[in-house]
């Protein structure tokens, strides 16, 4: 970290202490969970405000925040005028796109430069940390567990660096979430399929399926005329998806909880009923990448624990995740941990920490199982006391992109 750095963090940190912090947050997605982060930030003494667009989940909340309009085409203008009216504290980006956004306006936009490195870090680290390839590159520079992967340029490239991983491996294209640009390869001859799944033709439908769904034109625009993305090849990992969310500072962890995946939305989407789990080597993991790329704000670490409980570190999201805003038994708040960081007080109030250690992640595990026999047996995290958000929810159910994607595949096939 510079010395220009660290001072300007100094600075930032005597302001924030003296008055009610305020945060921005980021969401370009339709996404719910922002929704329940905005929640549990006012609840320990934050004034939050949001940009997104309308009809967003965010602006259903009982208690109505200041939503700032996020325009379709122009979202970086957008972000930029909703930080020069909202004047914000911090930033979180609740969504990958978001961090893009953030990333870009640091470049261009030298007047919120410092509010943005107070946010996410040091400007050092940001195409490490929105790259799938380059983290794990890193994360195996600084001897951490990770699969072992190669990269390579075109699908010409695809089957020698096929050989030298073995089968079966995982595609993977950079830039992508939900599964999107994730294609498993058991065989030579399933490469072909995999890179239309993950760079091509299947690719590119599932792009405006993706459009369609989250009413985001920019998810098309950006796979048309934005920059092309790395591909990488990397080793299967068997064993049951795990993450970890901490909130970091200036390269430093202040408060984490790691989950593992009893189920997901789809194969290789987002998880939907987790465990609560303490796994040391994950903490671990994710501090050393913390303390490397020395990120601030809200992340996420994507892992794979083995049948042995070894963890292999996948991928990095540095920004907010679907469990950012849950209190857990052994009293982890995250939310409430960022207001104590910034302010050095104690939070107003805390929610009441869940109990049980699984969780129900609403609305995946819902839409999943809308039978509901897992959410019998678990903590449904629904926000049953907000119910314009419950019934907005309700509403606009979204098939999920597996189902869409399967069927393209079998006609291809």
């Given at each position: ?393 309700r509403g606009h159910q979204q098939v999920p992109c597996a189902t869409f994607t399967s069927a393209i595949s079998s006609a291809l096939r």
């Amino acid at each position: 970290m510079t010395e220009a750095f660290a001072a300007a963090s100094f600075r930032a940190h005597s302001a924030i202490c003296a008055k009610t912090p305020r945060i921005l947050l980021i969401a370009t997605m339709p996404w719910v969970f922002p929704a329940r982060l905005a929640k549990a930030l006012r609840g320990v003494g934050f004034h939050v405000e949001a940009v997104c667009q309308v009809g967003h989940p965010l602006r259903y909340l009982t208690i109505p925040l200041r939503a700032h309009r996020l325009g379709w085409f122009r979202e970086a203008a957008s972000v930029a005028k909703a930080i020069e009216r909202s004047s914000p504290d911090l930033l979180l980006p609740c969504d990958d796109p978001a961090v893009a956004i953030l990333h870009d306006l640091h470049r261009r936009s030298e007047g919120i430069s410092e509010l943005i490195e107070r946010s996410l870090g040091n400007p050092a680290s940001f195409n490490v940390a929105i790259k799938r390839t380059a983290l794990i590159a890193l994360a195996r520079s600084i001897g951490l567990q990770v699969p072992r992967s190669e990269s390579f340029q075109g699908r010409e490239a695809m089957a020698a660096a096929g050989r030298r991983i073995g089968y079966p491996c995982v595609l993977k294209r950079d830039q992508t979430w939900s599964g999107i640009g994730v294609a498993a390869v058991r065989t030579p001859a399933d490469l072909d399929w995999a890179w239309s799944w993950t760079s091509g033709s299947v690719s590119f439908l599932r792009g405006v399926k993706a459009m369609s769904r989250d009413r985001r034109p920019r998810t098309l625009l950006d796979m048309i005329v934005g920059e092309q993305p790395k591909v990488e090849l990397q080793e299967f990992i068997s064993g049951a998806p795990a993450n970890r969310a901490v909130l970091c500072r200036n390269g430093r962890v202040i408060a984490g909880m790691s989950v593992v995946a009893l189920q997901t939305a789809y194969s290789g989407g987002p998880a939907s009923l987790v465990r609560v789990i303490d796994h040391p080597q994950m903490a671990a993991m994710a501090e050393a990448v913390v303390s490397h790329l020395g990120l601030s704000g809200f992340c996420g670490f994507d892992f794979m624990l083995t049948p042995s409980d070894e963890a292999y570190m996948l991928e990095l999201n540095p920004r907010a995740t679907p469990i950012c805003h849950l209190g857990i038994a052994d009293g982890t708040h995250l939310a409430a941990a960022l207001f104590e960081e910034l302010t050095g007080r104690h939070p107003v109030c805390g929610p009441e920490p869940i109990r049980n250690d699984v969780i129900a992640l609403f609305p995946t595990e819902w839409q999943r199982d809308p039978s509901g026999a897992s959410l019998r047996a678990a903590h449904h995290d629904a926000p049953f006391d907000e119910p314009a958000l419950m019934a907005r929810v309700r509403g606009h159910q979204q098939v999920p992109c597996a189902t869409f994607t399967s069927a393209i595949s079998s006609a291809l096939r």
